[in-house]
């Protein structure tokens, strides 16, 4: 993996930019999709000409641009970033884009051997898939809080809300750029949202509580990026109101945790376990199954959900809390 200039052209064209070789197959949206809140994130947007997202800085917000270009086998990824950010955004990109993800250990044939055939399979059909860490803890947290004991319908339709309320235009970069690319509420316009614009957008009191009680610390918890997950996750698991599945999700983004298990999860558990035992299953039974491939077991399940499985239905479904009538 490594790193160049880019053509003339592209460089002109934005604020500052970059070629990154990843050495390999890479796939950009497949890599990147676990950082949207769902197709309609005012934060992303997928065009024929390359992935878009926003977002701030310690230097301020930055628009980025990356397209992949080249042989697929072993393509290159160019990023062009605007923005009072753009220096920061670019210097992380790398690592944003998986630069730190290392499959070695996953993919050796003695490994292998232990997986299930889907999971085996699975890989071999996916080897451009990198864990991206974003770095930006923040930035993963809120929406990981609103999604806390809800639908994902739910949560994702408050999001939206909130971002086009309260969200910031992404800095210009040129006509190309979508319309309507949004930046997230820094900590601090988090921290200003009134009470009846949570419960407009369906958010609970529980939920916008929990919210505005880790942004009172933000400055500290974004120095957790440079802590482990492990430690990242102890250290936020402090702050009431959020536990295991809300730091199992962050630091799968902010820190492209390969091991994190998203316990306590509404459906995940029941998936796993049908799909490795034909039978669902709870938490504990959940973190068994997954026991023998300690270190990789995000890997294992992000293999089966690219799999194809598909779980057969048990029960009733969530139901979807309206908390604006109330």
Not at 191 to 215: C, D, N, Y
Not at 275 to 288: E, F, I, P, S, Y
């Amino acid at each position: 993996m490594t790193i160049t200039d880019v053509p003339a052209g592209l460089a002109a064209a934005a604020d500052a930019s970059l070629r990154w070789h990843p050495g390999g197959p890479f796939n950009l949206l497949q890599t990147l999709g676990t950082l949207m809140r769902g197709n309609g994130d005012p934060a992303f947007a997928s065009r024929p000409d390359g992935v878009w997202m926003s977002f701030t800085t310690p230097d301020g917000p930055a628009t980025l641009r990356l397209t992949v270009s080249g042989d697929p086998r072993e393509p290159d990824v160019d990023v062009q970033a605007w923005g009072s950010g753009s220096g920061d955004a670019i210097s992380t990109a790398p690592r944003l884009l998986g630069s730190g993800d290392d499959w070695s250990g996953f993919d050796c044939p003695e490994f292998h051997a232990t997986l299930p055939r889907m999971v085996v399979e699975a890989r071999r059909r996916n080897l451009a898939l990198r864990l991206p860490s974003t770095g930006r803890i923040v930035d993963s947290l809120v929406p990981t809080i609103l999604e806390q004991k809800v639908t994902v319908i739910e949560a994702r339709r408050g999001y939206r809300y909130l971002m086009y309320r309260f969200g910031t235009a992404a800095p210009a970069a040129g006509t190309a750029a979508p319309a309507g690319l949004l930046v997230q509420p820094t900590p601090e316009q988090w921290l200003r949202i009134p009470s009846w614009e949570w419960h407009k957008a369906g958010v609970g009191p529980q939920r916008s509580a929990t919210v505005m009680r880790a942004l009172r610390s933000a400055v500290a918890l974004e120095r957790l990026a440079g802590l482990t997950a492990a430690e990242a996750s102890a250290k936020m698991q402090t702050i009431p109101g959020i536990g295991i599945w809300t730091t199992a999700e962050v630091v799968q983004r902010t820190h492209g945790c390969p091991d994190s298990i998203a316990v306590g999860d509404y459906h995940l558990a029941a998936y796993v376990g049908a799909a490795l035992t034909g039978r669902r299953t709870d938490d504990a039974g959940m973190l068994q199954l997954l026991a023998p491939w300690q270190g990789h077991r995000q890997r294992v399940v992000r293999m089966i959900g690219l799999s194809g499985f598909r779980k057969p239905t048990f029960g009733p479904r969530m139901t979807i809390q309206d908390h604006r009538r109330h």
